[in-house]
């Protein structure tokens, strides 16, 4: 069973809420997805979509989560606009119900795995997006648990990961 740090995923988590909020805006174009629009999308909506089987583990996804994600990914690439997080939430929020949120989170965590850098950044930002309403559910510190098997994560690494962010 994993054991989060709570003062380092406030630390966290405030840090990318702020960042956040407020929505961007896209820069106008000729309709569709841009070459660049589709290029962000590509790359970071497997994040995009752990975040949200995290975000909604327990049933509801919260504003704060959606920011503390938005947040995230404005710290990885600060092309990424609101627009582009829409649609990788929409499409999130699509294969999970097609295909359910074990078999998507297997699916996806298995094709981060193969990536060790992008795993860790994903079971990290997991968590803080798992306490982003100041509580971290059994349902969500499950599925945190579920995650990290299937990043290839264990509990030494795993604590390793959040002493790093201290």
């Not at 989560?65 to 627009?83: C, I, K, Q, Y």
Request: glycine share 8%; aromatic share 4%.
């Amino acid at each position: 069973m994993l054991r989060l740090r709570t003062e380092t995923l406030v630390d966290l988590r405030d840090k990318l809420r702020d960042r956040g909020s407020p929505p961007t805006l896209a820069r106008p174009g000729a309709g569709g997805l841009d070459p660049e629009a589709a290029f962000l999308i590509g790359e970071y909506g497997p994040l995009v979509e752990l975040m949200f089987l995290v975000m909604s583990a327990d049933g509801e996804v919260a504003q704060a989560e959606r920011d503390v994600l938005r947040g995230a990914l404005r710290e990885l690439d600060p092309r990424v606009r609101s627009t582009h997080f829409g649609a990788m939430l929409s499409a999130a929020e699509q294969a999970r119900e097609r295909h359910g949120a074990s078999t998507r989170l297997l699916d996806v965590g298995r094709d981060l795995r193969d990536d060790p850098v992008r795993a860790e950044v994903a079971f990290v930002l997991a968590a803080a997006i798992a306490f982003a309403d100041d509580r971290i559910t059994t349902d969500e510190n499950s599925l945190l648990n579920d995650l990290a098997d299937a990043l290839g994560i264990d509990e030494a690494k795993s604590e390793e990961l959040m002493r790093a962010l201290v």
